[in-house]
């Protein structure tokens, strides 16, 4: 099989590089541009930041800071139509994942006559995207450095989405600071969620599983220090660099079922994406390892992990309990903890049937497969 990889954007990347927000949309020949972002991120200071950057680069600005958790729809075609309205020339998105998914939907949105729900349910569009850069705030989505976005439909309860390249990305560490603990858990393993189903994935590459294993090794050895030390610039920078590496990594590769079920949890239950991801990565790596034992004993070794065994059940179950051991060290909660019940869990099978993400996998998950993973999921991190 060929693969193929490469890189969708530029990145700007160092401490204060939100500084540099009006150079580069100088560079990118903007002349008004709407800052997405939501109230938090806005009380924080940071978009202030971008804003001071663009006034010195003579850059009008405008401000749409209704953006929500998962993205919902009625928010991208708030801000789309925000941004036809000011006839905006470019989209700065600032914030966590969910920021920068609506900043990609506002982008596709503002560029196109369509209504939001065939947009999001991947009808052609004329024009590309509206122009856009992104700031990440928090260290894991790596959204900065993919194509893709994923939206809520709220009318039909599903995680969607659309497609939309970044023309810049501006990757700032001192963005992350203070973060609070919980915040540092979720979005760290959600990267960590990234790195293992792109190596795992149905495509992987070279340069995916390269960008996926440095990732591992940062997160690993750095989200424990910031989760203990939010203000440790060491750490921050290392957790910034693993979100954008494993970003690049699945947009080579892909992710897969470990995805499927994440956003069947936060469809179902409003949890946070990262929290979904950390809680079924350990299953992931037990599903995968019959048919990447190296890669995953390789994880093991990252994590500092002994493995006495060749054969690949126990490499998988040794590494995910190794993971699982990990996770109880940084308080991810448990299904349990968050009050989702077994029988909720289960409910998710329908959803992540019809999941097209469940498919991308190196291992083919069946029909009879879903409920089991889920369950397994519920019965093995308490």
Same mark, same amino acid.
């Given at each position: 099989? +060929? ?37 938090? %991120?806005?009380?924080?200071? =940071?978009?202030?930041? *971008? ?31 925000? *941004? ?25 949105? $503002? $560029?196109?006559? +369509? ?6 349910? =991947? ?7 509206? !122009?856009? %850069?992104?700031? /990440? ?18 009318? #039909? ?6 497609? *939309? ?5 501006? &990757? ?14 979720? @979005? ?90 950390? &809680?079924?990565? /350990? %299953? ?33 179950? @040794? ?5 699982? #051991? ?5 308080? %991810?909660?448990?299904?349990?903890? &968050?009050? +989702? ?11 992540? !049937?019809?999941? /097209?993400? !469940? ?14 993973? &889920? ?8």
């Amino acid at each position: 099989m +060929i693969g193929r990889y490469g890189q969708l954007c530029t990145v700007a990347y160092g401490a204060g590089a939100i500084n540099s927000t009006g150079e580069t949309a100088k560079e990118l020949g903007f002349k008004k541009v709407m800052i997405v972002t939501d109230k938090q %991120v806005e009380a924080l200071g =940071h978009s202030q930041k *971008a804003i001071d950057s663009l006034k010195k680069a003579n850059i009008e600005t405008v401000i749409f800071n209704g953006v929500e958790m998962d993205a919902p729809d009625y928010t991208v075609e708030a801000g789309g139509n925000m *941004a036809k309205k000011e006839q905006v020339d470019g989209i700065i998105g600032i914030g966590g994942g969910s920021v920068l998914d609506t900043a990609k939907g506002i982008a596709c949105f $503002a $560029a196109n006559e +369509i209504s939001i729900s065939d947009m999001i349910h =991947h009808a052609p569009m004329k024009n590309p995207p509206v !122009r856009f %850069v992104l700031i /990440p705030t928090t260290p894991g989505t790596g959204s900065e450095s993919t194509f893709v976005a994923v939206i809520t439909d709220t009318k #039909k309860h599903e995680k969607v989405g659309c497609f *939309a390249v970044p023309s810049f990305s501006i &990757l700032d560490p001192e963005l992350t600071l203070s973060l609070p603990k919980e915040i540092t858990a979720y @979005t760290g393993m959600d990267a960590f969620s990234h790195c293992i189903e792109s190596l795992t994935s149905m495509q992987p590459n070279p340069h995916s599983d390269l960008l996926a294993y440095d990732a591992i090794e940062r997160s690993v050895k750095w989200l424990p220090v910031a989760y203990k030390d939010p203000n440790n610039y060491e750490a921050r920078d290392n957790l910034a660099l693993a979100s954008n590496f494993a970003g690049k990594s699945f947009n080579d590769s892909t992710v897969h079922v470990g995805h499927a079920i994440a956003h069947s949890f936060g469809a179902h239950f409003h949890i946070p994406h990262g929290i979904g991801c950390a &809680l079924v990565t /350990p %299953v992931v790596i037990e599903l995968t390892a019959s048919k990447f034992p190296e890669k995953i004993k390789k994880v093991g070794k990252i994590m500092d992990i002994e493995i006495n065994s060749e054969d690949p059940v126990v490499i998988g179950k @040794t590494v995910a309990d190794g993971l699982r #051991k990990f996770m109880k060290s940084i308080e %991810v909660p448990s299904c349990k903890e &968050l009050g +989702i019940t077994r029988e909720e869990i289960l409910n998710c099978t329908d959803y992540v !049937r019809n999941e /097209p993400l !469940r498919n991308f996998g190196g291992v083919a998950v069946t029909d009879e497969m879903i409920p089991e993973l &889920l369950a397994k999921i519920y019965d093995t991190y308490q």
